[in-house]
């Protein structure tokens, strides 16, 4: 096209008629001329107001409608498309189920997110994306894996983001609102599995591999949904990206609470997350029991009575569980003294070549370190060792009814990570230690005020895992419990269905007071627990390293594993990082520390993007604070997270 000649643009193609059309144009008429120009052209009565230019050739919308032809560079053979905007896609919700919703393509994921979050009434959208679904390699046939899909399909209106009001909290829980007529409630009713089929059939992630190639298919948030190739009606799954829960309140986020736990179910029982056989009854329990209070409760909503309604506001006011979200609240004790613990304590370090096991010292703890003397008298004398708990990993090692309470310590050092393993003999001792171990590696100390919650919340997760020496109330074996449904696959061809049945509805007696929204936020603490909560894994090269090992990340800390153990090899904090960069030719992604040497990795099988959206991400949800009003910053996040902003 020659500024000021005439010319054809003979490549464009309307996709709502299916239609060719050319137009003749010079190079300095604005994009919105020619839409002008080609609605006049195809004279057809419509509303073309959603509809938009999209150049196929360079993958790119072309939204300034004031920009020329011209300023573009779009040359007389471009091909334009003019299609809508707005295009249907079929999200997996975090509970399986399948709807279908009109997303705005042409905006970045980011933003989509947030407007589908509004929609659905789901606060905090930044903690959410959409990921491509997992291929099973053992699955050859696509198309049946396309046919089993559509069974899942939900039925019900579509929805628009954006258009209509979002979901009341009451009208989302009791389903009365015009967006879930034929689907009471769909996201704030959790949807009991139905059939042990269903669970047979999932992707299971075998291996940390396995799990790492699933990371590979989350979404660029800063471009859109058209300029990654996602097709109208593909299946995306709209999951938790971000394992960071900003204020999880019961009373405002009836609607975000059942999401999440949902997607906490499905972690525990397909096994992308491990959990002992103890704490996996307890899963179940909690299951059981949250599957039978939904039930009852949908019943109940037949007749919805505004009594009802008050119950369970008055229900939500009492309970005042909130969930650590990344950041604790500011310490105020730190003015006055700071507590410790000192206590005969076991330590046990594996690395040396030794048959002895455990040996008992007196162990004192204050600030963030552990000093080790032969016994009490000695206190004041040398220790024996000391360590600095700042950046460790902290792993628990528990057994219940065994009465084995074993905390496990990776302590950075030069070279990477020292062990060392402490065996606490009570609850008690071992609820106050773990929780101070988990604060010193964070850099804190017992004064911050999250300490004495840390240490509530382990004594609760264990109390409900005990096993009730008084069994004479377990509830008649009743039908409506599938123990199939309710345990990962691993465990029924360890033990007979029976056998399960008895364990779970003992373990039920722990939780069988509990309402259904206490039940779910302790079925999402419970999984916020377990050691490997909230760690996305991805395949690396790491500068010098000769094999593929993996990265993992986490809310506030890179860690380097080993890729067959999972073991960790070495951590780096955020807190500590000064600046990170991605060379976008080799896919390398280099991070630099305020005192310690810079970490540079490369990719294998997966965009450096993602990585650097996970690590920018992070960084960008811990600059949340309670006084925000709940605009995001948008710009900031993108800033952190596109790398070529």
Excluded at 589 to 616: M, N, R, W
Aim: hydrophobic share 40%; aromatic share 8%.
């Amino acid at each position: 096209i020659k500024s000021g000649g005439w010319c054809d643009l003979t490549n464009m193609h309307v996709t709502d008629l299916n239609r060719d059309v050319s137009l003749r144009v010079t190079g300095e008429i604005h994009i919105g001329g020619v839409m002008l120009k080609l609605v006049e052209k195809l004279d057809v009565k419509k509303d073309w107001s959603d509809h938009a230019l999209w150049w196929e050739k360079k993958k790119t919308w072309l939204l300034k409608t004031h920009w020329t032809l011209d300023k573009y560079g779009i040359q007389a053979d471009a091909r334009l498309l003019f299609t809508p905007q707005h295009k249907l896609l079929r999200l997996q919700l975090p509970n399986m189920k399948h709807m279908r919703v009109k997303v705005n393509f042409s905006d970045r994921v980011f933003k989509a997110v947030s407007d589908i979050c509004k929609t659905f009434n789901i606060r905090h959208p930044e903690e959410l994306s959409l990921l491509r679904k997992p291929r099973d390699p053992k699955k050859k046939k696509k198309k049946l894996e396309e046919a089993e899909e559509e069974a899942l399909e939900l039925e019900g209106p579509l929805l628009t983001p954006g258009s209509g009001t979002p979901l009341s909290p009451t009208s989302a829980w009791f389903g009365d609102s015009p967006l879930s007529e034929g689907n009471p409630s769909i996201l704030a009713v959790s949807q009991p599995i139905t059939s042990p089929d269903i669970l047979v059939k999932m992707y299971k992630p075998q291996s940390l591999l396995d799990k790492a190639k699933i990371n590979q298919g989350w979404l660029d948030s800063s471009r859109s949904l058209m300029e990654q190739d996602v097709k109208e009606n593909e299946v995306l799954l709209l999951r938790f990206k971000y394992h960071s829960f900003f204020d999880l309140n019961p009373k405002y986020d009836a609607i975000r609470v059942n999401p999440l736990y949902e997607q906490a179910k499905w972690a525990i029982l397909l096994e992308e997350i491990e959990c002992t056989e103890e704490e996996l009854m307890m899963f179940a329990a909690l299951q059981y029991h949250i599957n039978k209070l939904s039930i009852m409760s949908s019943e109940n909503h037949m007749n919805n009575s505004e009594k009802e309604i008050d119950e369970v506001d008055a229900a939500l006011s009492d309970l005042e569980i909130t969930l650590e979200g990344g950041k604790t609240s500011n310490t105020l004790g730190d003015i006055t003294s700071i507590p410790e613990l000192a206590d005969y304590v076991k330590v046990f370090k594996p690395k040396k070549l030794t048959l002895k096991g455990y040996k008992q010292y007196w162990c004192t703890f204050k600030d963030i370190t552990i000093s080790c003397y032969k016994s009490r008298e000695e206190a004041h004398l040398m220790p024996a060792h000391q360590m600095n708990l700042r950046g460790c990993e902290v792993t628990p090692d528990v057994n219940i009814s065994g009465q084995k309470f074993n905390i496990k310590l990776l302590i950075p050092v030069a070279d990477g990570m020292n062990e060392i393993w402490l065996r606490c003999d009570t609850e008690k001792q071992y609820a106050q230690w773990m929780a101070a171990c988990r604060l010193a590696s964070k850099g804190k100390t017992m004064a911050d005020s999250s300490y004495s919650l840390e240490v509530q919340n382990i004594l609760s997760f264990l109390k409900m895992q005990h096993m009730n020496p008084d069994p004479q109330i377990i509830e008649p074996i009743t039908t409506d419990i599938n123990p199939e449904c309710l345990v990962s696959p691993r465990y029924l061809k360890k033990y007979k269905n029976k056998q399960i049945l008895a364990r779970i509805l003992e373990a039920h007696q722990n939780v069988a007071q509990m309402s259904l929204i206490e039940a779910k936020m302790r079925f999402i603490q419970a999984w916020q627990s377990l050691p490997e909560f909230g760690m996305t894994h991805f395949l690396a090269k790491f500068q010098g390293g000769k094999k593929d090992e993996l990265i993992g990340i986490t809310y506030n800390r890179l860690i380097r594993m080993d890729a067959s153990t999972g073991d960790a090899i070495k951590t780096w904090r955020f807190s500590n990082m000064k600046q990170w960069n991605v060379n976008w030719e080799i896919k390398m992604v280099t991070v630099e520390f305020a005192d310690e040497p810079s970490l540079a990795f490369i990719c294998a099988e997966v965009d450096c993007k993602v990585v650097h959206e996970f690590i920018g991400g992070y960084i960008f949800l811990s600059t949340r604070a309670k006084d925000q009003n709940e605009s995001l910053d948008e710009e900031m996040f993108y800033k952190l997270t596109s790398g070529w902003i």
